[in-house]
């Protein structure tokens, strides 16, 4: 198909008709029936990709994608289709835990992450407060807390590495999954956790 | 069977068998998991998916494996109801992004350990442990002139 014909971004209904008239969309092939102009299957199925199309019927039925995509403004379809074709395809291929299992996955990265951070910052604050008890002269007696300085920031490095807190400990928001996951073991395998593509 | 097949029917339908408004027989591959109290677990998969779909991805599927997959299918159908445009596909994309923050922090978090050591490595061998700060330097996994 000629670059000119552009029927991968949300098209007009003169690309519609211009798609039909050279080759039916993979959703109007795959369903075999003709591709009428205005099908709003067109936009987002080219015929290159019958794939796409295939795993999105399998898992969702041609008429749910129809009702969703109806329900949603024009320029939100697009994304709207992309994210059902990785949901579909993840489904595909762990038919079990589609792809919850990323979402499983990708939580525990998370959690391991944030548990080394925790003990990198921890090494900080423990080099940071060995300094400070090298620096300090040594106090004549218990009494001498009361007279030391005012308390003040350990080190500069805090600011450097943007840890501007009083606790000296950066924790990431977390990200609030809207319901929590019912298991706590792997998945079906820790395989292509995040794989079809991240930037939606 | 009859008398059996009887008692099923007397006894409250799946969720499923309900919504879909047929019988729900001994055998229906919906009724372990769409209990008749928790109608809305089914609605939304059936708005997702739908029931035939669902059934298909069922059949498919060991016994032992069915409870967890619809589980994720439910939630990934709620997760699309409350956002149809990306499902639970945002939250993966949230997740990613969450990571790549993490691993800068880290990254930065574990240099600033390395160079503290360092410094008191070299404060400590100012007092006279030269000896000890190439040992630990050696043992050190990550080295400042490595980049």
Same mark, same amino acid.
């Given at each position: ?37 205005g099908c709003i299957f067109a936009p987002y199925f080219p015929p290159e990709?019958? $794939?796409?199309?295939?795993?999105? !019927? ?17 320029? $939100?379809?697009? *994304? ?28 525990? +990265?998370? +959690? @391991?992450? $944030? ?10 604050? !423990? ?9 300090l002269p040594a106090p004549p007696g218990p009494s001498s807390i009361q007279?030391?300085?005012? @308390? +003040?920031?350990?080190? *500069? !490095? ?43 | /069977?009859?008398?059996? =097949?009887?008692? &099923? ?12 408004? #047929? #019988? ?32 298909? /991805?069922? &059949? ?5 494996? #069915? ?5 994720? /299918? ?5 997760? #699309? ?5 990306? =499902?639970?596909? =945002? ?24 160079? %503290?050591? %360092?410094? &008191?490595?070299s404060s400590s061998s100012n007092t006279g442990g030269a000896m000890d ?6 043992? /050190? =996994? ?6």
């Amino acid at each position: 198909m000629p670059d000119g014909f552009c029927v991968y971004s949300p098209c007009t209904e003169k690309m519609a008709s211009s798609s039909s008239y050279n080759s039916p969309c993979a959703a109007c092939k795959f369903l075999r029936r003709k591709c009428m102009p205005g099908c709003i299957f067109a936009p987002y199925f080219p015929p290159e990709e019958p $794939q796409k199309f295939a795993n999105v !019927h399998k898992i969702f039925g041609a008429s749910n994608v129809t009702k969703l995509l109806n329900e949603l403004p024009p320029h $939100q379809r697009e *994304d709207a289709v992309n994210s059902l074709a990785y949901e579909a395809e993840a489904r595909v291929r762990d038919p079990v835990y589609g792809c919850v299992g990323a979402i499983s996955f990708l939580q525990r +990265q998370v +959690q @391991r992450l $944030q548990k080394e951070l925790d003990a990198a910052n921890s090494d900080l604050i !423990h080099y940071a407060c060995s300094e400070i008890t090298t620096a300090l002269p040594a106090p004549p007696g218990p009494s001498s807390i009361q007279s030391m300085a005012p @308390r +003040q920031r350990p080190i *500069d !490095h805090y600011d450097r590495i943007g840890m501007g807190n009083e606790g000296g400990y950066y924790e990431a928001p977390a990200i609030p999954t809207p319901y929590n996951l019912p298991w706590n073991d792997n998945p079906s395998g820790e395989n292509n956790a995040a794989g079809g593509g991240s930037n939606m | /069977m009859k008398e059996s =097949g009887r008692k &099923q029917g007397a006894l409250s339908p799946c969720a499923a068998c309900k919504l879909l408004r #047929r #019988r729900c027989a001994e055998d229906c591959v919906f009724a372990p998991y769409f209990p008749p109290d928790e109608p809305h677990k089914f609605a939304s998969v059936h708005k997702v998916f739908g029931a035939s779909n669902v059934n298909k /991805m069922l &059949q498919e599927l060991p016994e032992h494996q #069915r409870r967890d997959a619809v589980s994720s /299918m439910v939630y990934e159908a709620n997760a #699309r109801v409350r956002d149809p445009v990306y =499902g639970c596909v =945002g939250a993966i994309s949230s997740l990613q992004q969450q990571i790549h923050s993490l691993q800068t922090q880290l990254a930065a978090a574990q240099a600033e350990v390395v160079h %503290m050591r %360092m410094r &008191q490595f070299s404060s400590s061998s100012n007092t006279g442990g030269a000896m000890d700060m190439a040992v630990d330097q050696a043992n /050190m =996994g990550e080295s400042l002139w490595s980049c």
